[in-house]
């Protein structure tokens, strides 16, 4: 069986909701990132075998297999055939997993997997009436942008609370007081912040022609625990959980390169060693990662000792520091960079982000250990390790 390495791995910089990316389409996104990667490796794009692209809407400009679009749109061969698959939050890491396995399985050489998510637009929905023309009553629209809808009333109600929800429930299961959410909220925005400006993102960032961005764009300069203190709970009268503590409604894509060993000139930037996926209660979403990491590293024949730098994507301080506190590392080697808290987190793009900085980290140090992994609504995490 062959090993599945990363050349290359890229993305656009996040925009917030209503920002500088909500007037482009997420095909549209997702052709950015497609073409900026076969034009950075010099690839032929005939000769990517499938091209697999995560996406959580899927309900607006998304619909009907935006991986296909977004290929077309890029201009790559209509032979190139491609797929969209949806596991919320981790759609682009598991479409890294799945083009992984495709590779090790020997179907394909070449794989270009990733994922998009425009949260700006996505769109409202309205459920069919039973009648075509009802004389009387309402219908509910849905905002698709985040969180449940058109609920099955046959779901335990204590699984269907929203996330923000969930995240104060693993505060006070896990004890994370409000002033360890927003001490970790501050360093996610101040080691964000400071990466932008050393030059720590630039070789994975490509810009989306008429929005550039000169960073993220949810990064906040000099906040503070004193500033963000001053939030109110979100999410229950005497919460912890708050806007500047959450993570937020955002729009970027990504992409990761992958292949075979010599399958495409140049170094590659690591190897999949491990994969590991984890499943447990709705309402305690969060903490999944920790046994998807922990699944990861066995199958990768590693310990946390061996680990260099880690890749958890921040979709609420408390879920966060859930996970941290769970696993044998050091804190000082989680999100060295920052994480989602500042930088954002488009549901489907944010996959392919996480190991995209985590195989670019293992570049710049010149090898090591590295696991890039996420929570994901409705109770599941993945995690994948690299090697370099």
């Known amino acids: ?23 482009v389409r997420p095909d549209d996104l997702a052709a950015v990132v497609m073409r900026a990667i076969v034009e950075r490796t010099g690839l032929d794009p005939a000769l990517i075998e499938d091209v697999i692209f995560g996406d959580a809407n899927q ?30 939050c981790g759609s682009s890491l598991d479409a890294v997993i799945q083009g ?44 698709t942008s985040i969180g449940w809808r058109m609920v099955n009333p046959a779901l335990p109600e204590e699984w269907t609370i929203s996330n923000g929800q969930s995240a104060e429930k693993l505060a006070q299961v896990y004890g994370i007081s409000r002033e360890d959410q927003d001490r970790f909220a501050v360093r996610s925005h101040t080691l964000a912040a400071e990466a932008w400006a050393s030059g720590a993102y630039d070789a994975e960032i490509v810009q989306v022609p008429g929005a550039e961005l000169a960073r993220d764009e949810g990064i906040r300069d000099g906040s503070t625990v004193e ?17 500047g503590n959450s993570s937020s409604i955002n729009d970027g894509a990504s992409a990761v390169l992958l292949g075979a060993e010599g399958a495409i000139d140049g170094e590659p930037l690591a190897r999949i060693a491990g994969r590991g996926v984890h499943g447990n209660e709705p309402d305690l979403f969060g903490v999944a990662p920790v046994e998807a ?4 590293l066995a199958r990768a024949g590693r310990t946390w000792a061996d680990v260099d730098v880690v890749e958890l994507n921040e979709a609420f301080a408390s879920q966060s520091l859930a996970c941290i506190r769970q696993w044998d590392i050091d804190p000082e080697k989680v999100n060295v960079h920052g994480g989602a808290l500042a930088i954002g987190h488009p549901l489907g793009a944010s996959g392919g982000r996480v190991i995209a900085h985590a195989a670019h980290e293992l570049a710049r140090r010149g090898g090591g250990v590295a696991v890039a992994t996420l929570c994901i609504g409705v109770g599941q995490g993945l995690a994948v ?4």
Do not use: C
Request: proline share 5%; charged share 20%.
């Open 100 to 143: 992984s396995r495709a590779i090790e399985a020997g179907d394909h050489r070449v794989v270009l997997a990733g994922g998009v998510e425009s949260m700006s637009r996505a769109p409202f929905v309205v459920e069919k009436s039973s009648k075509p023309w009802p004389a009387v009553g309402n219908q509910t629209m849905w905002n």
């Open 227 to 243: 500033k963000l203190a001053t939030l109110k709970a979100l999410f229950a009268a005497d919460g912890t959980v708050t806007a």
């Open 293 to 296: 990491a922990n699944k990861a």
């Open 1 to 23: 069986m062959t090993s599945t390495f990363i050349y290359d791995a890229i993305r656009t910089p996040f925009g917030r909701a209503g920002g500088a990316l909500s007037g």
């Open 59 to 88: 309900a607006g400009e998304d619909n009907r297999n935006v991986a296909r679009f977004g290929a077309l749109l890029a201009g790559f061969p209509v032979t190139v055939p491609g797929t969209t698959i949806n596991r919320l």
């Open 385 to 388: 390790v690299l090697e370099r």
